[in-house]
């Protein structure tokens, strides 16, 4: 991952010192600025090529699935705590069956419990 010391160790070997001042501006805006957003289905994080995906899980510890509605089978999947939202809560998951197309499939002991995922595809 390119940190703000690798940017501008890079941008060192721009030899117009304008155009350096301007890049290396903006790089610092972007790099200090990086934020996943406000958590709502199926739609993009503000600066990441990830997108949001809430649920519940089933009522009982069988699987459940969601559609992720994404262009294709997602890979990984982060989840996140919406400290806004009383009740809600990190549980147990598992993958029960590998994510295609159209779903996610998981399973989880905790029953009937809102999450929110953050998925890469």
């Known amino acids: 991952m390119a940190d703000l010391g690798f940017v501008r160790g890079q941008l060192n070997g721009i030899k117009d010192e304008t155009t350096k001042r301007?890049?290396?501006t903006i790089f610092e805006h972007i790099l200090g600025n990086l934020r996943i957003g406000v958590p709502e289905h199926q739609e993009r994080a503000e600066n990441f090529q990830m997108y949001f995906e809430k649920s519940t899980t089933a009522s009982d510890t069988s699987e459940f699935s969601i559609v992720h509605g994404l262009p294709s089978?997602?890979?990984y999947a982060i989840?996140?705590?919406e400290l806004d939202n009383p009740g809600a809560k990190i549980v147990p998951l598992e993958v029960s069956r590998a994510a295609d197309g159209k779903r996610i499939y998981l399973k989880s002991s905790s029953t009937s419990a809102p999450i929110c995922l953050l998925v890469e595809w």
């Open 79 to 81: 989840q996140v705590l």
């Open 73 to 75: 089978s997602p890979h």
């Open 22 to 24: 301007i890049l290396g």
